[in-house]
């Protein structure tokens, strides 16, 4: 159990396009799901948090405006990267918290490669 | 949360016992040890988590020292697929986990 999946797994797109990357739990509902960015030899970084049916909380630096975050049921989330640029490809990791309490268990999708042109 | 200290990179044995250890030494009372790891180009995966007492499951052992300051992560038999970056994070819930640098493990044949 406790399987979160990432569509697509990798994209790549022309600078000035948007791109939509999807987040789904797929066996159990999860109220809380996070985005973290990875850059080459980097460890994760947060960039916000998304609770169901609630605006997405971004971290310090990160454009709420640049990376719209959706959170409409139980078991999606999305990210979209509008605007893209050379600079915002990385590596895109999506997690939700398996239960309501914050001692609950985050598990992680296998992340979505972009590449922006 | 807790800052942690993890070493760079270690190797193992194909076989043996990799013995993880993470120093958390200002780890306060309602927070816990969480490990992940992430094998290359993939996302995080759950280890085990731990508050004060010892920790097994089907992947891992975690022993955690009497005055929580340090951990260790236990894989009984190494193999191959266990070639990842460890990550260990004290924190007081899952709910925002900070990945620092984590632990390099090569599993050498």
């Known amino acids: 159990g406790a399987v979160v999946s990432q569509h697509p797994s990798w994209v790549i797109c022309k600078s000035g396009t948007s791109v939509k990357i999807e987040c789904r739990s797929l066996?159990?509902?999860?109220?809380?799901m996070f985005w973290y960015r990875q850059f080459p030899k980097q460890s994760l970084m947060l960039m916000a948090t998304s609770n169901e049916g609630s605006k997405a909380t971004y971290e310090q630096g990160v454009e709420k405006d640049k990376f719209l975050i959706n959170h409409a049921s139980l078991t999606l989330s999305t990210l979209t990267v509008t605007s893209a640029h050379p600079e915002d490809s990385s590596f895109y990791i999506c997690s939700a918290l398996r239960g309501m309490v914050r001692t609950d268990t985050q598990y992680f999708g296998p992340g979505t490669r972009l590449t922006v042109l | 949360d807790a800052k942690t200290t993890q070493p760079t990179s270690m190797d193992c044995a194909e076989g043996r016992a990799a013995n993880l250890p993470c120093n958390h030494s200002?780890?306060?009372?309602?927070?816990?040890v969480y490990w992940y790891r992430q094998i290359h180009s993939q996302g995080p995966q759950y280890i085990i988590h731990?508050?004060?007492n010892n920790e097994t499951n089907e992947m891992a052992s975690l022993i955690i020292t009497e005055d929580r300051k340090s951990s260790t992560l236990i894989l009984p038999h190494a193999t191959l697929r266990d070639t990842a970056v460890y990550y260990c994070i004290a924190g007081a819930g899952s709910y925002q986990l900070t990945f620092g640098k984590g632990t390099k493990l090569s599993v050498i044949p």
């Open positions: 066996d159990f509902q999860a109220t809380t």
């Open positions: 731990g508050l004060k």
């Open positions: 200002t780890i306060s009372g309602n927070e816990y």
